[in-house]
């Protein structure tokens, strides 16, 4: 390859889209992003998120364009351009028919919790006061999602769910978007054993830049957020761990208690945050926006990564995973 | 290529699937199929349509699997299997929503009606008494139809209607399943100046077996219709032209009212039949399911065409269209 710069991916952003974020993804080098396109949005309101991601592509061809494929993402490097991969923070989209399931993925799903933090048809979310484990139609949605390459995101699941899927799929899974609980003992992190039954099957762990997953919150420093990662590779290995930012760029507050509440509760529920800190709490500033890639690849080499381990942690690894993960069994 | 067999394409049925009649597609040698898959139905139910057929791939993988592309066509013939292309006789999947569109052609829908019989949200159907031509939405659809790759189809729609679609569209578009009224003057076939028109812009005339389009109707000899269709070449020129049955094999009656009135009127609408006569004609004893598009090729060869213009009627036209029109600009 040409380019020396290692491959960029950043598998988990739920931003206010505008061309000003896809040009600052042009010039934070970003080959290749996960994007949410439905927190709890039916079908056909999914389909109308794809519509507009649609217009988007049509709007902006020389920066973004729709990443279906691993090869997408050289393509990416090659024309100089982001390539956009779709997923859902929770399985509405495919409402109660597993015939959507393959749906989506012609669509260009590429991953879908299997709950946001409640519990869903499927599974069990990580708020619930009780984990009862992947249900009968959680069971049968997971061989779908093996068999037409829909890949199983668990981030927001609860611990005995998140072990059941690990065990019942037929493929890796992914936890896009979360932190080790060992360094920051959020809800929303992961203890050892879902870190280690992860990596022992041939997931991936997305690393969370959001506040709430993030030990001090806003104030945590580069150098500690590097050193997590250092010892989350020292728990799972070099080859099950990648970036997963979890930005919320440019968003309005109304729509982090959208996320939160959607339509399931007339009460307000203020998730990982307060009834005194209800919107999204200020990202730290060495991470605002996609052009802060950089301080992250130069924080993980003065953390003593090695320029090989970086180059897997910063897209090499998630890219191994599409390329495994994406297509049809 | 080694098999000297021309390659067949039917490019229109609506039959009651089943795994009989995959077979009969097997043994009539019949490499692709266009298969109606909406008549009425809106988006939501035209995708509950599409996870009916995605189970038939599922279930019957040595006899057919979805096409896509031209070049399943010869992944067909080479498999020895039949690639199913999905279209709508009607708009009602894309509803009110331009972006429905793009949404259907990754979907797999390559051909579109702009109307069934009535007038529809884009342009006037053949039964109605005035012939607006195309609306202001047409306009912008065949326009995004043209981008992505969904072939306007005029089968069902009215004169003035199908010339200004032909005028309009700037890709070529098709009549799937029609005949010339100059043969038979029945309301759903074609005016010389239609086919004239057509044929200059690249289009292509399907010629349809369906009993109430033919001269005589279920007593309509293969002569008459092959020497009609060698007629048509001279009208239209040779490579314009090629098959679309419209075979309904298997249908019960209440499906050919579903077809005519869907959920537009209370009243019964007999459509091309009559209170007498609503149900389903029989078809003509030389074409009753796929086992017989030899029985065409040999009647054509009777009316004195070459083997070389015999292959262009039975598949090879289609497959050149849809070399041509499959694809996004």
Known sequence: MSDPRPI????????????????????GGVDAVHVTISYHENFRETVLNIEKWNRWFEQFPDLIFHGKWADDVEAARASGRTAIFFGFQNPSPIEDDIGLVEIVHALGARFMQLTYNNQSLLATGCYEAKDTGITRMGRQVIKEMNRVGLVIDMSHSAERSTLEAIEISERPIAITHANPAFWMPALRNKSDDVLKALAASGGMLGFSMYPHHLKDKTECTLESFCQMIVATADLMGIDHIGIGSDLCQDQPDSVVEWMRVGRWSKEIDYGEGSKDNAGFPPQPDWFTDNRDFGNIEQGLRSAGMSDEDVAKVMGGNWLAFYEANFSPL
Do not use: G
Request: overall charge positive.
């Open 8 to 27: 960029r991916i950043d598998n988990l952003q739920y931003a206010n889209w505008s061309e000003k974020i896809f040009r600052q993804m042009r010039e």
